[in-house]
């Protein structure tokens, strides 16, 4: 079974996602901000991260970069989900080492389906 | 001696006064001080035209020292003219050109121009500086005018480029500010949206347990309403990103087809619920543009969900093909079609027409006037072309490369 890390501070979008991750048979861990994201990261070496790019105090291009300098995360696929909200974001989004995004709000019909393509083989 | 030699030199000191005459009246007539004085500072000729100038008498001034008659001891600059005077009478060949003040014996102060000389008095076999003075008090006032009207034109634009910088600041931070709302208004609106739509979907798809048919329905109705609240978000906050000039194009190739195909179908189902026959009509010679996708087909969508949405009977039609560097989309309509009057109006925000029918019919208003942005955005043009009652046909062209840097 996958591990899937979601790092989201909103407690209703974490518990959606978590929702329909598990109802696909995925195993879900989560965190609420980025520090604590970035410890559960070492600690579960996750198949893929879900990363809510506007999160408090540490933002989610910071906590993108920190996964993707860890050795042992640098091989774990970012996908962030974003509201997509200004210019020049998409770009930032990559920059930080994030494989992809997702926007919000996510559709519950193809969210699974796109979170997927980024997980190559190793998806379910 | 005899009588002819008496007479020639009668004749010579006629002649020779009348030539000492005549040079002393050029010489007191010249319109320039003539001064001669001696290396010790006395004054031992000055002409008519000086005397009248400085106003003081001949028996004034002849034998006195130009210190104190016609020299103040210090210019208004500061500078001191007792030390000049002797720097002159040293050196007069650093001087043959001089500028300083001098002194009416009313003690008016002008300002005079000096051409001196080192010449030898044939009497007294001694040196004497003879000097020739022209006014310029009027040039350097007007000077000094002029020096003072460019500092107070150069205060003046320090002050206003000061101005300026602070209103500049003030814009840049009044943008600034606005980028940050948008930001913060996108991502605040969208995250109660986000579990709203997500939770309604989790739902109908029956992943949280069986419904009922009237649930389904009622959630459909949720989704339907939350899904129009998102369009409504997304709207405004293109239409404020565009007016605050944050709106950023990519420039990516893409499958023109595709994306139509992607159009088709995301207006299908309303068109089916109608009972509208819809299609498209893609010249053979088109596949592939560089543009921004998700722009692109944001307008093709915005049109032909319009389409649908205001046609009742008969057929929603997009056309596509290229021109050499231009791709032109359109989509027509056998719908209500627009009335002349209402063309000006079309484009423009928050102006959907006809406020009586708008009731019937769901939208922001901002439609058309973020497709005419957007299209504007990406180097083309939009237009219409409609006959009231009986349909539209809304053009778009756009280059088929679009190059951000002509934007």
Redesign the interface.
């Known amino acids: 079974m996958a591990t899937i890390l979601i790092i989201e501070d909103n407690e209703k979008n974490l518990y959606l996602a978590t929702f329909l991750l598990e109802k696909h048979g995925f195993f879900v861990v989560a965190a609420r901000d980025g520090r604590s994201g970035i410890e559960l990261a070492e600690k579960t070496t996750p198949d893929l991260i879900l990363l809510d790019i506007q999160l408090p105090e540490m933002d989610g291009y910071t906590v993108a970069r920190a996964l993707k300098s860890s050795p042992n995360l640098a091989q774990v696929p970012i996908v962030a989900v974003t509201s997509y909200a200004m210019a020049g974001d998409r770009e930032r989004i990559l920059a930080a080492g994030c494989n992809g995004y997702i926007e919000k709000p996510i559709n519950p019909e193809t969210f699974v389906a796109e979170i997927m393509r980024y997980m190559g083989d190793e998806g379910q | 001696m005899d009588r002819r030699n008496k007479r020639r030199q009668r004749s010579m000191k006629i002649t020779i006064n009348e030539i000492q005459k005549k040079y002393l009246e050029v010489v007191e007539n010249v319109n320039c001080i003539v001064l001669r004085w001696t290396p010790d500072g006395l004054i031992t000729f000055i002409n008519r035209y000086g005397r009248e100038f400085f106003g003081y008498a001949e028996e004034e001034l002849i034998g006195k020292h130009v210190v104190g008659t016609i020299v103040p001891e210090k210019e208004t600059t500061g500078r001191d003219l007792r030390l000049l005077l002797q720097d002159v009478c040293r050196h007069p060949e650093r001087y043959e050109h001089n500028t300083n003040q001098n002194m009416c014996k009313s003690g008016k102060l002008v300002w005079v121009e000096w051409v001196n000389k080192l010449v030898y008095d044939e009497r007294t076999k001694k040196p004497e500086l003879l000097s020739l003075g022209i006014d310029i008090s009027k040039r350097v006032q007007a000077e000094e005018e002029l020096r003072q009207l460019n500092e107070t034109l150069e205060r003046r634009i320090a002050e206003r480029t000061a101005e300026l910088q602070a209103a500049l600041e003030k814009a840049q931070s009044a943008d600034r500010l606005k ?1 940050a709302f ?2 913060t208004m ?2 605040e609106l ?10 309604t ?2 739902l109908l ?1 029956g ?2 347990g069986p419904l009922n048919e009237e649930q389904t329905k009622q959630l459909g109705m949720i989704r339907d309403s939350a899904r129009h609240l ?1 369009d409504l978000i997304n709207d405004i906050l293109d239409i404020s ?1 565009i007016e605050a000039g ?3 194009v ?1 420039a990516e190739a893409f499958d023109v087809r595709r994306m139509i195909e992607e159009v088709l179908e995301a207006v299908m189902q309303q068109a089916a619920k109608k009972g509208l026959t819809i299609g498209a009509a893609i010249a053979h010679d088109v596949s592939e543009m560089v543009s921004d996708r998700r722009r692109v087909k944001q307008i093709l969508l915005n049109l032909a969900s319009n389409a649908v949405k205001f046609t009742q009977h008969g057929e929603v039609r997009l056309e596509c093909k290229t021109q050499g560097d231009t791709i032109t989309f359109s989509v027509h309509d056998t719908g209500i079609g627009i009335r002349q009057d209402d063309m000006d109006n079309l484009f423009k925000p928050f102006q959907q027409i006809d406020t009586g029918l708008t009731r019937a019919y769901e939208g922001t208003g901002l439609g058309l006037s973020i497709c005419k942005r957007l299209v504007e955005r990406l180097g083309g043009s939009i237009s219409v072309q409609s006959v009231y009652g009986k349909g539209s046909t809304f053009t778009c062209m756009l280059p088929v490369v679009y190059q951000a840097s002509s934007a």
Do not use: D, Y
């Open positions: 980028s948008l930001a996108s991502h969208r995250t109660p949206l986000n579990s709203i739509i997500g939770f979907g989790i798809q992943l949280a998102l990103k944050q709106l950023e990519a």
